[in-house]
């Protein structure tokens, strides 16, 4: 079981990620946003984060840079998780830390595919 941080501004992509990570014994932390996400990152020091994109304030490619160049949180594997699905919106993620991208909407497939090799690595 792992502990999963989930930043996102749409409540139903979310809710979405949330569902299918606890039917596979997740524990799970929502934050609307990513100024609220990096604090939850910093105190809770998840094993995993799910980092939207496109969000009001702070983007999901600030946050991600922000989450890396911390000593306390470049640790955390970072997933994007995001509408943009053009290839240089995913190399500019993994320019920014993230160790893995999927596109919304995602599915239970799409989603633990990339999830639980991050999580082996532990």
């Known amino acids: 079981m792992a502990r999963i941080l989930i930043i996102d501004d749409s409540k139903m992509h979310a809710t ?9 014994g997740h524990l799970i932390k929502i934050a609307p946003n990513a100024e609220e996400g990096l604090k939850y990152a910093k105190n809770d020091l998840p094993d995993l984060i799910l980092m939207d994109i496109v969000m009001p304030g702070m983007n999901g490619f600030q946050a991600t840079r922000e989450l890396q160049i911390h000593p306390e949180t470049q640790h955390i594997p970072v997933i994007m998780v995001s509408t943009k699905d053009q290839d240089t919106d995913m190399v500019w993620g993994k320019r ?9 909407p995602v599915t239970e497939e799409s989603l633990m595919a ?9």
């Open 16 to 24: 979405t990620a949330a569902r299918i990570l606890t039917n596979h």
């Open 96 to 104: 920014q830390g993230a160790q893995a991208y999927v596109v919304k």
């Open 114 to 122: 990339v999830v639980e090799p991050l999580l082996k690595k532990d």
